[in-house]
């Protein structure tokens, strides 16, 4: 019986070992959420790596936003002036009907198509060639800085959890194949040494 145990012991421990140091580790992403202390000291990896360096993580991806994703003349080269055109054109429908309402009836219809076509054109125009200023108001960085650090951790864990549960289950059990095979090393070592 002892003859037998010690080739099967060491692989199954060492599947055990495996799975359950990976399935901990995936689980330190996330927990704790806050820091432990034990008689005064900080328990070492409290909190977990997300609830820890969120504001770190935040910083990166406002950054990563502002100077890689989104670019103003990419931006810019993706609106088209018919598009300017056509929204423009919305809004001026529903100032007209707003602001002039039944007063609309007494001036011609010509005038008022003649009217929009000249402000749609002078006002997409206008806007084309003030979009990156338009856009450079806009702070997408601290944005999403401030949206990400204020993200509830909970649910950014089950946001990427939704995504990644398939590998994560497949990290955890490659701990546990990984962790067989060096069982299975081991024995073959000890029979050898």
Do not use: C
């Amino acid at each position: 019986m002892l003859n037998i145990l010690q080739y099967i012991l060491p692989p199954v421990i060492g599947s055990i070992i495996g799975w359950s140091t990976n399935k901990l580790a995936i689980w330190m992403l996330f927990n704790p959420k806050r820091e432990r202390r034990i008689f005064g000291f900080r328990v070492p990896f409290t909190p977990g790596l997300m609830p820890r360096d969120q504001a770190m993580i935040a910083k990166s991806l406002g950054t990563l936003v502002e100077e890689k994703l989104l670019q103003p003349e990419e931006i810019e080269s993706s609106i088209t002036i018919e598009e300017i055109n056509e929204k423009v054109n919305e809004l001026l429908e529903k100032t007209i009907e707003k602001n002039i309402g039944k007063f609309a009836m007494l001036i011609p219809e010509a005038a008022i198509s003649q009217i929009k076509k000249l402000l749609t054109s002078k006002i997409s125009t206008f806007i084309k060639d003030e979009l990156l200023n338009f856009i450079g108001i806009v702070n997408f960085k601290e944005i999403v800085e401030e949206k990400v650090s204020n993200f509830p951790l909970g649910e950014l864990e089950r946001s990427i959890k939704s995504v990644t549960q398939k590998h994560l289950t497949y990290i955890t059990l490659f701990g546990g194949f990984l962790g067989f095979i060096i069982g299975l090393v081991q024995i073959v070592l000890n029979a050898y040494l």
